[in-house]
């Protein structure tokens, strides 16, 4: 069982001090059970549980009320995956997002998804709101509880803004009076980019190397996440969307951060460690969401993000969505020289096991994606079979395998009729800040020494093969991955080129994590990458054919028309909605 943050939100759930969405017309205004406004919270014990109660907030999820799990809003409007499930009108939301073109304002799910996370906002904000009341000398470890605070209320307000955009910015010196004459335009784009910046500087200089406990904020965190925000911020947007610049210095900072890192995180030496829960919080894991099974509390804080996303089989039993499309199945092809087919591949279908074995493959194919007539999840004897599909002809014969686990592990619980486990979610790893780096390193026309961090990833990515073989101990497929050298394997390494090889480096390593779409927005090539998308898979899957992207639009959801309701019409809608 994890300690520290686990144990703790239990603690917290026992003390009664856990914020609820309880009905109210105010999306902010909620306060602890019981208790509320009461000056006897603000004492370091209380505090304690309600700095739990705000980490309780990133794992606080469920699949019809806003999920935390990334996939719904970044692989599905990606190309990455289908929805899955029984047909279209299952999670019809979760279909709206895919196809984009019937999604509309009053969509219920977005309402909830940014009602849970004011939700969120709200405790960090009422917990810092009582921490300021105690004197210094009564609280030790009063700033550190402050830093790790800003830094959980500047990740919600992080997935707000790639999410939505356009947000309200309400913090601790706000009075519930005031929400209502808060607008969401009140500072631009780029202003809240820096706000959010800002919470993660004050939380670099203020948390300690190692914090209490595993899950809790440290600096090695909140130095990933401030280069993050940053990388997402140097890229400068329009109005509608549109990418206008880059911002050089932001780069340089994010390159800095990120080199720095490399002296206390690594790469796990295979690339299933990230996806077992015997070897999560390893070297490689930075931020991740701590579940927890026979914790005391009725289910254990397991990771309801995945719980529609097991197999249909006996073992298992439910629900067969978060279905790999085959566009990103095909992604995973190589030439002969062991590198991707950025032009050609998905010329070529890979649809069961036996095509492992005729086409050359990335090996990281067999971690991410379950196929026909493949081991799944690291078994050789347990066999992937399209009847563990739940709709194959709709959403073809591939499902997602990163967040789930082997029904026989200690982790995995039933809560009926769903499943889920107590595996660990990761929000932010080495792998993604080296990918950072090399990222800002191309746009700042340092390509070359960007090189050597994409390497890394491709010879880890070679080198994880121990645990994808059957029953006789041969490999599942026909793996051939190869580093990137210029003049001998591949074109120079150009500018354009180094870019071309750093994005399809991020889609491998990331697939089915939730990550592709804010990429593709980030760059500002998300309408022509998934219209093109649209254009093949068309032919595929007969759902789609009236999918498409709109420029200038989609990029973000619309402001929940329940939130402009409430703002009476202060809030102002996204552009084209």
């Not at 820096?194 to 909140?222: C, H, Q, S, T, W």
């Not at 039933?414 to 080296?434: E, L």
């Not at 191309?442 to 990833?457: S, V, W, Y």
């Not at 121990?466 to 150009?494: F, R």
Request: aromatic share 12%.
């Amino acid at each position: 069982m994890k300690t520290s943050i686990a144990s703790f939100i239990r603690m917290a759930m026992l003390g009664g001090l856990l914020l609820t969405a309880a009905a109210c017309d105010d999306f902010l205004e909620v306060t602890p059970q019981s208790t509320a406004d009461s000056d006897d919270l603000n004492t370091p014990e209380s505090l304690e549980k309600m700095v739990i109660s705000a980490y309780s907030s990133l794992g606080n999820a469920n699949y019809q009320d806003g999920m935390n799990a990334y996939w719904p809003y970044g692989d599905l409007r990606a190309g990455d995956a289908y929805k899955g499930g029984a047909g279209t009108g299952d999670m019809e939301n979760f279909h709206l997002f895919e196809t984009f073109v019937y999604l509309r304002e009053d969509n219920e799910y977005l309402d909830k998804k940014w009602y849970n996370e004011y939700i969120a906002v709200a405790r960090t904000n009422d917990a810092l709101a009582r921490l300021r009341k105690i004197p210094d000398g009564q609280y030790p470890k009063k700033k550190v509880r402050e830093a790790e605070l800003r830094f959980l209320r500047a990740h919600f307000y992080f997935e707000l803004k790639i999410l939505f955009k356009h947000i309200p910015w309400i913090d601790e010196n706000d009075k519930t009076d005031d929400y209502i004459t808060i607008s969401n335009v009140e500072y631009t784009d780029a202003q809240l980019w820096d706000m959010i910046i800002a919470e993660f500087r004050y939380a670099v200089a203020n948390l300690p190397e190692k914090n209490d406990g595993v899950g809790r904020a440290n600096k090695g965190m909140a130095q990933a996440y401030l280069a993050k925000a940053l990388l997402y911020a140097a890229y400068k947007q329009d109005d509608k969307n549109n990418v206008t610049g880059i911002d050089r210095t932001k780069l340089q900072e994010v390159a800095t951060l990120c080199r720095g890192l490399s002296k206390r995180y690594k790469l796990a030496d295979d690339f299933a460690n990230n996806f077992l829960c015997e070897t999560e919080n390893g070297p490689e894991s930075i931020f991740a969401v701590q579940h927890s099974l026979n914790d005391g509390t009725l289910r254990g804080r397991l990771d309801w993000g995945a719980m529609l996303n097991y197999p249909m089989n006996p073992e298992y039993g439910c629900c067969g969505f978060h279905c790999p499309s085959q566009n990103m199945v095909n992604a995973f092809r190589t030439d002969d020289k062991g590198l991707p087919l950025f032009d050609t591949f998905d010329d070529t279908d890979i649809k069961t096991a036996a095509d492992l074995k005729t086409h050359n493959v990335d090996p990281r194919l067999n971690h991410t994606v379950a196929i026909p007539d493949a081991p799944y999840k690291y078994r050789p004897s347990f066999i992937f079979k399209t009847s563990w599909t739940r709709e194959p002809d709709t959403y073809g014969s591939f499902m997602s395998m990163k967040e789930t686990v082997l029904p026989d592990c200690p982790c995995f619980a039933f809560a009926s009729p769903f499943m889920s486990s107590s595996k660990n979610r990761d929000i932010i790893r080495y792998d993604d800040v080296m990918l950072w780096e090399a990222e800002a390193l191309i746009e700042l026309g340092r390509q070359d020494d960007a090189l050597p961090l994409i390497n890394a990833i491709r010879e880890r990515a070679a080198k994880s093969t121990k645990l994808l073989v059957d029953t006789l101990g041969q490999p599942v497929g026909k793996y051939q991955v190869a580093t990137y050298k210029p003049g001998v394997n591949c074109p120079a390494w150009t500018q354009d080129f180094a870019r071309k090889a750093l994005r399809w480096e991020r889609r491998l390593e990331f697939a089915e994590e939730g990550f592709r779409f804010f990429d593709l927005v980030r760059w500002g090539i998300a309408a022509e990458t998934v219209n093109a998308y649209f254009n093949t898979e068309k032919t595929r899957r007969t759902y789609m054919k009236e999918a498409r992207f709109t420029k200038n639009r989609d990029e973000y959801f619309p402001i929940p028309k329940n939130q402009i309701n409430f703002s009476k019409k202060l809030y102002k809608q996204n552009a084209g909605w």
